[in-house]
Protein backbone atom coordinates (compact mmCIF):
# COMPACT_ATOMS: atom_id res chain seq x y z
CA UNK A 1 0.00 0.00 0.00
CA UNK A 2 2.40 2.55 0.93
CA UNK A 3 4.77 1.24 -1.75
CA UNK A 4 1.85 2.46 -4.55
CA UNK A 5 0.94 5.71 -2.62
CA UNK A 6 5.25 6.77 -3.13
CA UNK A 7 4.49 5.67 -6.69
CA UNK A 8 1.30 7.25 -7.01
CA UNK A 9 2.86 10.78 -5.66
CA UNK A 10 6.09 10.33 -7.71
CA UNK A 11 3.41 9.96 -10.66
CA UNK A 12 2.09 13.11 -9.69
CA UNK A 13 5.48 14.96 -9.22
CA UNK A 14 6.42 14.00 -12.86
CA UNK A 15 3.18 15.27 -14.24
CA UNK A 16 3.21 18.75 -12.79
CA UNK A 17 7.30 18.76 -13.75
CA UNK A 18 6.76 18.32 -17.05
CA UNK A 19 3.55 20.29 -17.76
CA UNK A 20 5.54 23.04 -16.18
CA UNK A 21 8.66 22.53 -18.40
CA UNK A 22 5.65 22.77 -21.36
CA UNK A 23 4.26 25.35 -20.04
CA UNK A 24 7.74 27.71 -19.32
CA UNK A 25 9.25 26.75 -23.69
CA UNK A 26 7.48 29.96 -24.38
CA UNK A 27 8.18 33.07 -22.29
CA UNK A 28 6.69 36.26 -22.59
CA UNK A 29 8.27 39.55 -23.79
CA UNK A 30 6.11 41.30 -22.57
CA UNK A 31 4.73 41.93 -19.20
CA UNK A 32 1.25 42.62 -19.29
CA UNK A 33 1.63 45.74 -17.37
CA UNK A 34 3.66 48.18 -19.08
CA UNK A 35 6.73 48.42 -21.73
CA UNK A 36 9.63 47.41 -19.58
CA UNK A 37 12.17 46.20 -21.40
CA UNK A 38 11.19 47.80 -24.97
CA UNK A 39 12.08 51.49 -26.37
CA UNK A 40 9.43 53.75 -28.28
CA UNK A 41 10.35 56.14 -31.04
CA UNK A 42 8.39 58.38 -32.53
CA UNK A 43 10.00 59.76 -36.04
CA UNK A 44 8.69 63.57 -37.79
CA UNK A 45 4.88 64.41 -37.14
CA UNK A 46 2.76 64.04 -40.76
CA UNK A 47 1.86 67.54 -41.84
CA UNK A 48 -2.01 67.18 -43.18
CA UNK A 49 -1.75 70.85 -44.99
CA UNK A 50 1.73 69.74 -46.71
CA UNK A 51 0.86 66.20 -46.99
CA UNK A 52 4.24 64.97 -46.17
CA UNK A 53 6.00 64.30 -42.61
CA UNK A 54 8.56 67.23 -41.54
CA UNK A 55 10.63 68.84 -38.85
CA UNK A 56 12.59 66.56 -36.39
CA UNK A 57 11.63 63.37 -34.94
CA UNK A 58 9.94 63.15 -31.59
CA UNK A 59 12.45 60.91 -30.42
CA UNK A 60 13.51 57.82 -28.08
CA UNK A 61 11.38 57.00 -25.37
CA UNK A 62 9.54 60.41 -26.16
CA UNK A 63 5.72 59.48 -26.54
CA UNK A 64 3.38 62.54 -25.48
CA UNK A 65 0.14 61.84 -27.04
CA UNK A 66 0.98 57.64 -25.75
CA UNK A 67 0.90 56.06 -29.27
CA UNK A 68 1.86 53.23 -27.65
CA UNK A 69 0.35 51.94 -24.80
CA UNK A 70 -0.96 49.21 -22.58
CA UNK A 71 -4.46 48.41 -22.27
CA UNK A 72 -7.05 45.89 -20.96
CA UNK A 73 -8.42 44.65 -24.16
CA UNK A 74 -11.13 42.24 -24.70
CA UNK A 75 -10.16 41.16 -21.16
CA UNK A 76 -6.68 40.75 -21.07
CA UNK A 77 -3.64 43.06 -21.31
CA UNK A 78 -2.71 44.23 -24.67
CA UNK A 79 -0.55 46.85 -26.44
CA UNK A 80 -2.30 49.14 -27.98
CA UNK A 81 -0.62 51.11 -30.75
CA UNK A 82 -3.05 54.31 -31.68
CA UNK A 83 -1.12 54.82 -34.76
CA UNK A 84 -1.74 58.58 -34.34
CA UNK A 85 2.28 59.10 -35.18
CA UNK A 86 4.88 56.81 -36.93
CA UNK A 87 7.23 55.04 -35.27
CA UNK A 88 7.98 51.71 -33.44
CA UNK A 89 8.39 50.31 -30.27
CA UNK A 90 11.39 47.91 -29.76
CA UNK A 91 12.45 45.22 -27.64
CA UNK A 92 15.78 46.09 -26.02
CA UNK A 93 16.64 42.19 -25.91
CA UNK A 94 18.17 40.99 -29.45
CA UNK A 95 17.15 37.74 -30.04
CA UNK A 96 19.05 34.46 -32.75
CA UNK A 97 17.64 31.47 -33.52
CA UNK A 98 14.04 31.53 -32.16
CA UNK A 99 10.33 31.36 -32.42
CA UNK A 100 8.21 34.35 -31.79
CA UNK A 101 4.15 33.99 -31.17
CA UNK A 102 2.26 36.97 -30.62
CA UNK A 103 -1.70 38.06 -32.05
CA UNK A 104 -3.46 40.81 -32.91
CA UNK A 105 -6.25 42.27 -33.97
CA UNK A 106 -6.79 45.79 -36.01
CA UNK A 107 -8.48 48.72 -34.05
CA UNK A 108 -10.83 51.39 -35.86
CA UNK A 109 -9.06 54.31 -35.79
CA UNK A 110 -6.63 55.61 -39.24
CA UNK A 111 -4.73 58.39 -39.08
CA UNK A 112 -2.51 60.85 -41.86
CA UNK A 113 -1.59 59.50 -44.93
CA UNK A 114 -3.43 55.81 -44.03
CA UNK A 115 -7.25 57.61 -43.55
CA UNK A 116 -7.94 56.28 -47.00
CA UNK A 117 -5.77 53.36 -47.28
CA UNK A 118 -5.47 49.75 -45.94
CA UNK A 119 -4.66 49.65 -42.04
CA UNK A 120 -1.23 48.75 -41.32
CA UNK A 121 1.69 47.31 -39.01
CA UNK A 122 4.38 44.98 -39.19
CA UNK A 123 6.64 43.35 -37.08
CA UNK A 124 10.08 44.12 -38.16
CA UNK A 125 12.63 41.59 -36.95
CA UNK A 126 16.65 40.95 -36.74
CA UNK A 127 16.51 44.87 -36.47
CA UNK A 128 19.55 46.58 -35.92
CA UNK A 129 21.90 49.98 -35.75
CA UNK A 130 20.09 53.29 -35.12
CA UNK A 131 15.96 53.89 -35.55
CA UNK A 132 14.76 55.91 -38.72
CA UNK A 133 17.39 53.56 -41.07
CA UNK A 134 13.98 52.65 -42.91
CA UNK A 135 12.05 55.69 -43.94
CA UNK A 136 12.72 58.40 -41.07
CA UNK A 137 10.92 55.79 -38.44
CA UNK A 138 12.36 52.22 -38.45
CA UNK A 139 15.44 50.54 -37.90
CA UNK A 140 16.74 48.39 -40.53
CA UNK A 141 15.40 44.89 -40.13
CA UNK A 142 13.56 42.40 -42.22
CA UNK A 143 9.55 42.87 -42.19
CA UNK A 144 6.91 40.43 -41.31
CA UNK A 145 3.88 42.45 -42.93
CA UNK A 146 0.89 43.08 -40.82
CA UNK A 147 -1.56 44.80 -43.06
CA UNK A 148 -4.77 44.11 -44.21
CA UNK A 149 -4.97 40.98 -47.07
CA UNK A 150 -1.52 41.48 -46.88
CA UNK A 151 -0.63 40.08 -43.45
CA UNK A 152 2.88 37.76 -44.21
CA UNK A 153 4.52 39.87 -47.10
CA UNK A 154 8.05 40.35 -47.14
CA UNK A 155 9.68 43.66 -47.11
CA UNK A 156 13.54 44.57 -46.70
CA UNK A 157 13.73 47.47 -44.17
CA UNK A 158 16.90 50.33 -44.49
CA UNK A 159 18.71 47.97 -46.51
CA UNK A 160 18.11 44.91 -45.33
CA UNK A 161 17.58 42.00 -47.84
CA UNK A 162 16.44 38.27 -48.51
CA UNK A 163 15.94 35.85 -51.29
CA UNK A 164 12.54 34.46 -51.66
CA UNK A 165 11.78 31.50 -54.53
CA UNK A 166 9.40 33.57 -56.21
CA UNK A 167 7.54 33.96 -59.49
CA UNK A 168 6.65 37.30 -61.61
CA UNK A 169 3.16 38.39 -61.04
CA UNK A 170 2.44 41.27 -63.64
CA UNK A 171 4.79 43.98 -64.44
CA UNK A 172 6.58 44.52 -61.18
CA UNK A 173 5.56 42.01 -58.36
CA UNK A 174 6.36 38.57 -57.05
CA UNK A 175 4.77 36.45 -55.11
CA UNK A 176 5.82 33.40 -53.13
CA UNK A 177 5.74 30.42 -54.98
CA UNK A 178 7.34 26.92 -53.52
CA UNK A 179 9.57 25.41 -56.21
CA UNK A 180 10.36 28.97 -58.05
CA UNK A 181 14.12 30.58 -58.19
CA UNK A 182 15.47 32.16 -55.22
CA UNK A 183 14.57 35.81 -56.87
CA UNK A 184 16.85 38.46 -54.65
CA UNK A 185 14.44 41.54 -52.49
CA UNK A 186 16.28 44.36 -51.94
CA UNK A 187 16.31 48.05 -52.28
CA UNK A 188 16.89 49.35 -56.07
CA UNK A 189 17.35 45.61 -56.93
CA UNK A 190 15.92 44.67 -60.17
CA UNK A 191 13.47 42.73 -57.93
CA UNK A 192 12.29 45.78 -55.66
CA UNK A 193 12.16 44.29 -51.51
CA UNK A 194 8.69 43.59 -52.14
CA UNK A 195 7.36 40.20 -52.02
CA UNK A 196 4.02 39.29 -51.62
CA UNK A 197 2.91 35.82 -49.61
CA UNK A 198 0.95 33.18 -51.32
CA UNK A 199 -2.37 32.88 -49.25
CA UNK A 200 -4.42 35.24 -47.68
CA UNK A 201 -5.10 33.61 -44.37
CA UNK A 202 -5.70 36.54 -42.01
CA UNK A 203 -9.33 36.79 -40.07
CA UNK A 204 -12.18 39.39 -40.73
CA UNK A 205 -11.15 42.76 -39.35
CA UNK A 206 -11.64 43.02 -35.42
CA UNK A 207 -10.63 39.41 -34.77
CA UNK A 208 -7.43 38.06 -33.44
CA UNK A 209 -5.22 36.73 -35.58
CA UNK A 210 -1.96 34.30 -34.41
CA UNK A 211 1.31 35.41 -35.91
CA UNK A 212 4.29 32.86 -35.88
CA UNK A 213 7.62 34.08 -37.21
CA UNK A 214 10.93 30.69 -37.30
CA UNK A 215 14.07 32.32 -37.67
CA UNK A 216 16.85 30.04 -37.23
CA UNK A 217 20.45 31.08 -38.59
CA UNK A 218 19.58 32.89 -41.97
CA UNK A 219 16.08 31.43 -42.68
CA UNK A 220 12.93 32.58 -41.51
CA UNK A 221 9.16 31.39 -41.96
CA UNK A 222 5.96 33.69 -41.79
CA UNK A 223 2.99 32.25 -40.86
CA UNK A 224 -0.27 33.37 -40.33
CA UNK A 225 -2.99 31.74 -38.37
CA UNK A 226 -1.21 28.46 -38.84
CA UNK A 227 -0.62 28.55 -42.20
CA UNK A 228 3.02 29.07 -43.62
CA UNK A 229 2.62 31.75 -46.41
CA UNK A 230 6.21 32.67 -47.00
CA UNK A 231 10.09 30.96 -46.53
CA UNK A 232 13.39 33.71 -46.58
CA UNK A 233 16.54 32.11 -47.27
CA UNK A 234 19.89 34.10 -46.85
CA UNK A 235 18.42 37.08 -44.58
CA UNK A 236 21.62 39.50 -45.08
CA UNK A 237 22.40 43.63 -44.72
CA UNK A 238 25.38 45.69 -47.27
CA UNK A 239 28.15 46.55 -44.49
CA UNK A 240 30.59 48.71 -46.69
CA UNK A 241 31.16 46.97 -50.10
CA UNK A 242 29.94 43.55 -48.99
CA UNK A 243 27.10 41.64 -47.98
CA UNK A 244 26.91 40.24 -44.32
CA UNK A 245 24.57 37.55 -42.70
CA UNK A 246 21.83 39.31 -40.19
CA UNK A 247 20.78 36.65 -38.06
CA UNK A 248 19.75 38.53 -34.97
CA UNK A 249 18.34 41.74 -33.92
CA UNK A 250 15.91 43.40 -31.50
CA UNK A 251 11.85 42.90 -32.17
CA UNK A 252 10.45 46.00 -33.73
CA UNK A 253 6.65 47.05 -33.73
CA UNK A 254 5.62 49.39 -36.15
CA UNK A 255 3.13 52.42 -35.68
CA UNK A 256 2.18 53.37 -39.32
CA UNK A 257 -1.20 55.36 -39.37
CA UNK A 258 -3.44 52.59 -38.07
CA UNK A 259 -4.96 51.75 -34.79
CA UNK A 260 -3.65 47.55 -33.90
CA UNK A 261 -3.61 45.71 -30.52
CA UNK A 262 -0.90 42.92 -29.53
CA UNK A 263 -1.16 40.16 -27.19
CA UNK A 264 0.20 37.54 -25.66
CA UNK A 265 3.78 37.95 -27.43
CA UNK A 266 5.99 35.12 -26.07
CA UNK A 267 9.83 33.71 -27.93
CA UNK A 268 11.35 30.18 -27.42
CA UNK A 269 15.00 29.41 -28.59
CA UNK A 270 14.69 26.96 -31.34
CA UNK A 271 17.76 24.51 -32.20
CA UNK A 272 16.19 24.09 -35.98
CA UNK A 273 13.27 24.81 -38.24
CA UNK A 274 9.91 22.93 -37.90
CA UNK A 275 10.02 20.12 -40.68
CA UNK A 276 6.66 20.34 -41.46
CA UNK A 277 6.44 24.03 -41.49
CA UNK A 278 9.73 23.65 -44.44
CA UNK A 279 7.31 21.05 -46.45
Not at 84 to 99: D, I, K, L
Not at 104 to 129: E, M, N, Q
Not at 206 to 221: A, F, P, R
Amino acid sequence: MRHSLLMLISLIFLVISITSFTSLKMRSIFNGRDLTGWDVYIGPLYDSVKGDFTGDPVGLNKDPLRVFSVVKEDGKPAIRISGENFGGVSTQQEFANYHLRLEFKWGKSKWGPKRKAKRDSGILYHAVGPHAADWLFWMRSQEFQIQEGDCGDYWGCGGAFADVPAAKQGDNKFIYSVGAPLLTFRDKGPNGRNCIKRSDAEKPSGEWNTIDLYCYGDTSIHVVNGTVVMVLFNLRQPEGSIDKPLTKGKIQIQSEGSEVYYRNLEVEQISSLPEKLLK
